[in-house]
C-alpha cells in the first residue's frame, strides 16, 4: 500500500505534463495556422495582382495555392479540436477519478493507460502517419504537372470573382498599369515564429493577440 501511495503522486505528475506538452503542441499549430491564413491572403492578393497584369494562368495558379492554403487551415483546425477534446477528456477524468478512493482511482487510472495504449489504437496512428507520407509524395509528384487538372481543383468561380471584384474597383474598365506597380507579394517574407517557453500570462495574452487578428 505504502508503494502505491508513492507511485500515485508521480502518476499524476506524468499527466500534468501531457497536458503541458498538449497545450503547447496546440499553440504551435496555431501559430502554423496564423501563417497558413497569411499566406492564403497573399496567394489571392497575388491572383489578383496577376489578373491586372492580363497573365490569367498564373491568377488560376494562385488561387490554387490559396485554396490549398485554406484546406491547410482546415485539417489543423480539426486536428487542433481533437487534441482539446482529449485534453478536456483528461481533465474531467482526474477530477472525477479524485472522487472516489484511492485504491479505485489507481485502477480506474490504470484501465484509462490501458485503454489509450491499446494495439487497435497504436495500429490505427501508424496507418495514418503512412497515409500523411503517401501524401506528402503525391504532392511532390503535383508539382510537376498542370496543378489545376493534378490537383483536381476548379477555381473557375474565384477566378470570375476576382475579375468582378476589380471591374467594380476600376468602374468596369481593365486599366493599364505600369508592370513596375503589380510585383508579386512574396510569401517568404513572413516571420516565422519560434516557440520558446513563456509564462501562462504570457501565453494567454499571446493567444487573445492572435484571436484578434485573426477576427479582423
Known sequence: ??????????????????????????????????????????????????????????????????????????????????????????????????????????RDELETIATKAAPTKIAEIAEDSEAYVAEIEESADILAGDPEIDLAIDVSDELNQLETEMLLEQGGQMPEVPLDDLQYISEFDLEEEEPEVKTKAKLEDEIEKLRKELES
Open 1 to 106: 500500500m505504502g508503494l502505491k501511495k508513492k507511485l500515485f503522486p508521480r502518476k499524476g505528475k506524468e499527466k500534468d505534463e501531457l497536458i503541458i506538452k498538449a497545450k503547447s503542441h496546440i499553440r504551435k499549430i496555431s501559430l502554423a495556422n496564423k501563417t497558413y491564413s497569411k499566406r492564403s491572403e497573399i496567394a489571392r492578393k497575388n491572383a489578383k495582382i496577376a489578373l491586372k497584369r492580363g497573365e490569367k494562368e498564373r491568377a488560376k495558379n494562385y488561387l490554387i495555392q490559396y485554396k490549398q492554403y485554406q484546406q491547410k487551415v482546415d485539417r489543423a483546425n480539426n486536428i487542433r479540436a481533437k487534441i482539446e477534446r482529449q485534453i478536456e477528456a483528461i481533465e474531467e477524468g482526474q477530477m472525477i477519478s479524485t472522487t472516489g478512493d484511492l485504491m479505485g482511482g489507481i
